[in-house]
């Protein structure tokens, strides 16, 4: 069975300053990757996914991006994060048309 | 679009009564349905699946859930709820693998 890992678990950043999550998987080879964001009292949001190394998908519009340099890491980054994008960070991973989560991280921007 | 409506934003239940949680889809076919828990600051869990086949699908947990293509629901249910049950639970519809929509969740509280 696959493991997915998230880092950092939790992270306060100022306005206006960069980010990077980054999300690994192990016990899977070429997953299809997703990020979601969940914001407080709100279900999840799909922000990007991913079928293969540099090949992203984007489905919001924002000032978030994704990366995939290698097969099972992908990284969320901002260069300059807003009030906005404060909430719970998801990293996904599929195995047999079902999705598994990471534990998530936590971004507060102040 | 495809959309998930669960209508329930809180639920409040004494531990050892039954409960269903209410999942209502929009999709023109019959899509991949899941349930999923989230306790507080973690990940989230698969509870349960449909795909096809039998419409009453078992899960983990002592969950179960019933496919209604005629109401387009998939609702949750459980015959007896423990206290350790209490968390947020999240409906969610696909109609491949990259296309995922989940409800707004439904968190539900335990009485002793």
């Known amino acids: 069975s696959q493991t997915i890992h998230q880092w950092p678990a939790t992270l306060v950043q100022p306005v206006g300053s960069p980010l990077s999550l980054e999300c690994t998987v192990e016990g899977t080879s070429n997953p299809n990757l997703y990020w979601y964001r969940q914001a407080a009292g709100r279900g999840l949001q799909l922000l990007f996914y991913s079928v293969g190394i540099g090949q992203i998908s984007s489905e919001v519009p924002q000032n978030l991006s994704a990366s995939r340099p290698q097969d099972r890491q992908f990284i969320l980054s901002s260069k300059k994060l807003l009030l906005s994008d404060s909430g719970f960070y998801l990293c996904a991973s599929l195995a047999g048309s079902v999705q598994f989560f990471g534990p998530g991280t936590r971004l507060t921007v102040l | 679009a495809q959309s998930v409506t669960q209508p329930d934003i809180h639920i409040t239940v004494s531990e050892g009564a039954s409960l269903e949680l209410r999942c209502n889809y929009s999709?023109?076919?019959?899509?991949?349905l899941f349930w999923y828990v989230q306790s507080p600051g973690q990940g989230l869990q698969l509870l349960l699946k449909y795909f096809s086949g039998d419409t009453l699908v078992q899960g983990i947990k002592g969950f179960e859930a019933e496919f209604k293509r005629s109401q387009s629901s998939f609702n949750l249910r459980k015959p007896s709820v423990h206290w350790s049950d209490a968390a947020e639970y999240f409906c969610?519809?696909?109609?491949?693998?990259?296309?995922?929509?989940f409800g707004a969740g439904t968190r539900l509280t335990v009485k002793p």
């Open positions: 969610a519809v696909a109609s491949n693998n990259n296309d995922m929509r």
């Open positions: 999709y023109g076919a019959t899509p991949y």
